[in-house]
T-cell receptor, first 110, second 113 residues
Framework: GENVEQHPSTLSVQEGDSAVIKCTYSDSASNYFPWYKQELGKGPQLIIDIRSNVGEKKDQRIAVTLNKTAKHFSLHITETQPEDSAVYFC?????????FGKGTSLLVTP | DAGITQSPRHKVTETGTPVTLRCHQTENHRYMYWYRQDPGHGLRLIHYSYGVKDTDKGEVSDGYSVSRSKTEDFLLTLESATSSQTSVYFC????????????FGNGTRLTVT
């Protein structure tokens, strides 16, 4: 089945800096890659997604890039703010479901 | 939270007892999922449903069963709870079978003593 690797597991940045989280996947048939943000005590919330026919997608301070040949995709957060502190998960589509990475705990310090 | 209600939100039970978790949606979405979340493991798929009475196993389905008799409800049952099933359980829904996100509920924290 699909295997999704996510790095780093923890990331600490200063407010205003950029943060990058990287994921790799194993199933070349995967065509859909969402990113989720999870705050304490809540379920994961979708923040951005990308389909395989697109190499990059941007939404304000958040962008995702996809390299299908290398089977990796990345989340970029610019001008980080303390409210960006959370756990972030990447995922890759596998059949009718999504397989998730193990998460990155992002801490943005003022 | 996309019209998803999980119940109960917290439960403590003893080893060997049966437990049923409920997921209720108001979105009329066809696909429903149960994931568990554990430290160091991320989110792992237990079971999912692609329609009423249509279900399939995920990567960690041992010890769990599911049922879906109505579009809006998806039940997860632990027939005989074990300590290894202590976890946070998330229900998710999806409108289509692909190229679309899952929307998650706020989870059920289950502790098996």
């Amino acid at each position: 089945g699909e295997n999704v690797e996510q790095h780093p597991s923890t990331l600490s940045v200063q407010e205003g800096d950029s943060a990058v989280i990287k994921c790799t996947y194993s199933d070349s048939a995967s065509n859909y890659f969402p990113w989720y943000k999870q705050e304490l005590g809540k379920g994961p919330q979708l923040i951005i997604d990308i389909r395989s026919n697109v190499g990059e997608k941007k939404d304000q301070r958040i962008a995702v890039t996809l390299n299908k040949t290398a089977k990796h995709f990345s989340l970029h957060i610019t001008e980080t703010q303390p409210e960006d502190s959370a756990v972030y998960f990447c995922a890759a589509e596998s059949g009718y479901a999504l397989n998730f990475g193990k998460g990155t705990s992002l801490l943005v310090t003022p | 939270d996309a019209g998803i209600t999980q119940s109960p939100r917290h439960k403590v039970t003893e080893t060997g007892t049966p437990v049923t978790l409920r997921c209720h949606q108001t979105e009329n979405h066809r696909y429903m999922y149960w994931y568990r979340q554990d430290p160091g493991h991320g989110l792992r798929l237990i079971h999912y449903s692609y329609g009423v009475k249509d279900t399939d196993k995920g990567e960690v389905s041992d010890g769990y069963s599911v049922s879906r008799s109505k579009t809006e409800d998806f039940l997860l049952t632990l027939e005989s709870a074990t300590s290894s099933q202590t976890s946070v359980y998330f229900c998710a829904i999806r409108n289509t079978g692909g190229y679309s996100p899952l929307h998650f509920g706020n989870g059920t924290r289950l502790t098996v003593t």
